[in-house]
C-alpha cells in the first residue's frame, strides 16, 4: 500500500486538508533536490491490486527539443514547467490502482510544498503518449502538471473551482452506511475509523461526483462504487473507477498513521438491497 513512512514528514491528514488542485504556476523549473525527491517515491509507491503503473516525469521544454512534443491540456493549465504521467497496465482493477497509487504520489508531492491537478479529460491524450513512449500493453487515462503555485489566479481557476463544486463534499449519512445500505453509519460507531473515512470523504473525484459508498460490518469495511449514470459513456476511461482508488488511498494512509493495521481483500459481504448502479469493489479488513 506504498511506503507512506518514508515518504511523508507531515501528518497525512494534514496534507489531504490542505491539498487543493492548482490550475497557475510559477514560470520555473523544479530543483534537482525535488526531481530525485519524486523520482525516489515513482519507484516506492504500490498500490493494493499489484498492477504495474509508470510514473514519468516530463519537463515541458525538454520534451519540445527532445521529442517535438508541445504538452497540451487545452488552457487547463498554464505555467506548468513539469508533468507527471501514470501510464499503467492493461489488467483487472488497473484503474482503481492507478488512482491510488497517483493519489498517494500526488499527497507527496503537495507535503512538498508542489502544487498538482488531476486531468483525465482536459489533456491532450495522443501528445503525452508519445512523450511517455507508451507502450502496447498500457493506458494513459491520467497526468497532472507539478511545480510551484502562483499566487495570481485566472478567472478560469474560479469558474473551474465552482463549477466542480470542489469544495463541497457529501455528508456521512449520504457515504458511510452500517450493516446495509438503509442504515447509515455516525462517526460514534465508526470510533477510531471516523479519522480515516473523514479523510476518505475529503478526497477529489472526476467533477466532484464522490461515487465511494462504504458500509461497515462485524468484518470490516466494504467498499462500493455507485456509478454516476452516463457519466463514463463519452469518456474514454471510466473516471470514477479512478476515484475509488484515489478514495482507498486516503483510506489506507490515515489508517497507517492512525497505527491501524489492516490489509485490502475481495470478499464481497452478502448483503441485500443493494442500490441501483453500484458494485462491489473491495474490503479493508483489520489485521
Known amino acids: 500500500m506504498g511506503n507512506q513512512e518514508s515518504l511523508f514528514k507531515k501528518p497525512i491528514t ?5 491539498r487543493i488542485s492548482v490550475r497557475t504556476y510559477l514560470e520555473q523549473p523544479l530543483t534537482p533536490d525535488i526531481k530525485d525527491r519524486l523520482q525516489a517515491a515513482f519507484s516506492s509507491i504500490t498500490g493494493p491490486f499489484r498492477v504495474p503503473v509508470r510514473f514519468v516525469l516530463m519537463e ?20 506548468a514547467s513539469a508533468y507527471v504521467a501514470a501510464a499503467v497496465k492493461k489488467a483487472d482493477r488497473n484503474l482503481e490502482e492507478l488512482g491510488y497509487t497517483l493519489e ?3 499527497l507527496y508531492a503537495a507535503s512538498l510544498g508542489l502544487g498538482t491537478c488531476w486531468l483525465g479529460g482536459t489533456f491532450k491524450k495522443s501528445q503525452f503518449a508519445q512523450a511517455v513512449k507508451l507502450k502496447n500493453d498500457e493506458i494513459l487515462p491520467c497526468v497532472t502538471p507539478i511545480g510551484y503555485p502562483s499566487s495570481r489566479k ?8 465552482f463549477s466542480a463544486g470542489s469544495k463541497n463534499r457529501k455528508e456521512w449519512r ?15 460507531e465508526a470510533g477510531k475509523y471516523a479519522v480515516p473515512l473523514e479523510m476518505l470523504r475529503l478526497a477529489p473525484s472526476a467533477s ?21 449514470k452516463g457519466y463514463a459513456e463519452h469518456l474514454a476511461y471510466d473516471l470514477q473507477r479512478v476515484d475509488m482508488g484515489i478514495a482507498m488511498c486516503h483510506f489506507a494512509l490515515t489508517a497507517k498513521e492512525t497505527g ?17 448502479n453500484t458494485e462491489y469493489l473491495v474490503s479493508w479488513r483489520e489485521t
Open 14 to 18: 494534514e496534507v489531504i486538508e490542505k
Open 60 to 79: 515541458s521544454d525538454l520534451v519540445l527539443k527532445e521529442a517535438n512534443v508541445r504538452l497540451g491540456t487545452y488552457g487547463v493549465i498554464k505555467g
Open 104 to 106: 498517494e504520489l500526488i
Open 154 to 161: 485566472r478567472i478560469l481557476d474560479s469558474v473551474m473551482r
Open 174 to 188: 449520504e457515504l458511510f452506511f452500517l450493516h446495509d445500505f438503509a442504515t447509515p453509519l455516525t462517526q460514534e
Open 208 to 228: 466532484n461526483k464522490q461515487p465511494w459508498r462504504i458500509v461497515k460490518d462485524d468484518h470490516g469495511y466494504h467498499f462500493f462504487l455507485q456509478h454516476t
Open 260 to 276: 491501524m493495521g489492516g490489509r485490502w481483500e475481495m470478499n464481497e459481504p452478502g448483503m441485500g438491497n443493494i442500490p441501483h
